[in-house]
Structure formats: structure tokens, C-alpha cells
């Protein structure tokens, strides 16, 4: 049994390796741009202003209403055959993760914000803060805090995305043990290597998340 198991388990290793690397950047870079798209609109969702809240409203529901898969598939392939501009698989997995996460961001934003009180803003307000400076000083470090438990959770949901990447022949560690079990004929040992490899990030990410969650009381 072993004998049979063992030339499978040190064959993956490698492309485990290699494309849980690959992963792991796609990851932060998308989440990174994802963060900062979700910020952005998640206030423009808190605009009083019609055109800016219907703008966000917009994205928001448009990416969140169709799976990532699709937005994968048009940004590789749509973009490309209607402007003419060509994504590598690895820009257009960044780029899919970031407008994805960042739709999910932009409501955790806004939620978080909208958790607090509005005696913090009418606080100040009264002592002579800008609009600007009582979202800056006072509302965000305190929403802020509330945000980190679902923005983890979004973040292990876009480290498990990057396996639907694979259609667009990303060499992240799906794709390449999908690959390997292509040789071999052999998938059992590949695919249960494949799902240790992915709970060898995201147990610890959760493990992390539960900790600050429980150092912060939120």
C-alpha cells in the first residue's frame, strides 16, 4: 500500500510547492487591490450623493450576482477579444480577485461603519472635526476593528477562489496537480495531497483570525 502511495506523494510534493506559491501571491495581490476597491466603494455606498451610492450599488450587486468563475473567464478572454488587450492568466487572476473581494469588502465597509454609534459622529462633530477628520479620527479605527473578522473570513474565501483559476490555465496548485494527474492517470493521492495543501494555509489563517478576534472582543 505504501509502496503504491509513496512515488505519488513525493511526485506532488514539488508542484505543490510551486503553485502553492503561486496562490499564496495571487492572494495577497488580489486581496491587497480588493481592500482598497472595497474601501472606496464601501463608502461611496454610504454617500448621500444618488449618482456615487448608484454607481457602487451597481458594482456591487454585478460582481457579488455572478460567480467569479465568469468574471474569470471574461476578463482572460472577453476583455481581450473585444479591446484587443491581453491579461496574463496571473494579472487577470489578480485583477479577479481584487473586483470580487473588493464587492464583498465594500459591504463589510459599509456595515462596519454603519455598527457605529452616530453619537460618535455628533462627538466629533461638536468638537469642531470635519465631516472628513470625524470618519478619519473616530468612526473608521473603531469600525475598523469590527471589520477583521469578516474581512479574514473573505480572505480564505478568496485563497480558495484561486482554484477556479485553473480554467484559465493559471499555474496555481490546482492547475498544475490537475496536471500532474494528467500523466500519471493516477488521481487519489494527488487530490488528497491538494486538499492538505489547502488546509495547511487556512487552518492556521483561521486559527489566527480566531486569536485576534478574541484579543480584540469582537
Known amino acids: 500500500m505504501f509502496d503504491f502511495l509513496s512515488p505519488h506523494i513525493s511526485g506532488t510534493l514539488p508542484f505543490i510547492y510551486r503553485g502553492l506559491q503561486l496562490t499564496i501571491f495571487i492572494t495577497f495581490s488580489g486581496f491587497f487591490f480588493g481592500f482598497i476597491i472595497g474601501a472606496l466603494t464601501g463608502m461611496m455606498r454610504l454617500s448621500n450623493n444618488k449618482i456615487i451610492y448608484g454607481i457602487a450599488t451597481v458594482y456591487i450587486e454585478l460582481v457579488r450576482g455572478t460567480p467569479i468563475l465568469v468574471q474569470a473567464l471574461f476578463l482572460y478572454f472577453g476583455i481581450s477579444d473585444f479591446v484587443g488587450i491581453n491579461f496574463s492568466a496571473v494579472t487577470a487572476g489578480i485583477i479577479a480577485i481584487a473586483i470580487n473581494a473588493g464587492a464583498y ?53 478568496s485563497l480558495k477562489d484561486t482554484s477556479i483559476f485553473a480554467i484559465i490555465s493559471l499555474n496555481e496548485v490546482t492547475y498544475l496537480i490537475r496536471q500532474y494527474v494528467s500523466t500519471t492517470a493516477s488521481p487519489f493521492v494527488p ?8 488546509l495547511v494555509i487556512t487552518i492556521p489563517a483561521m486559527v489566527i483570525l480566531r486569536r485576534i478576534e478574541r484579543k480584540l472582543d469582537v
Not at 114 to 137: F, W
Not at 145 to 150: Q, V
Not at 191 to 197: P, V
Open 105 to 157: 469588502i465594500a459591504e463589510i465597509v459599509r456595515g462596519g461603519v454603519e455598527s457605529i454609534d452616530k453619537g460618535q459622529t455628533e462627538a466629533g462633530r461638536s468638537i469642531g472635526l470635519s465631516s472628513s477628520q470625524t470618519m478619519r479620527y473616530i468612526i473608521w479605527p473603531q469600525a475598523f476593528r469590527r471589520m477583521i473578522p469578516p474581512l479574514g473570513n473573505q480572505f480564505i474565501i
Open 191 to 198: 487530490y488528497i495531497m491538494l486538499c492538505l495543501a489547502y
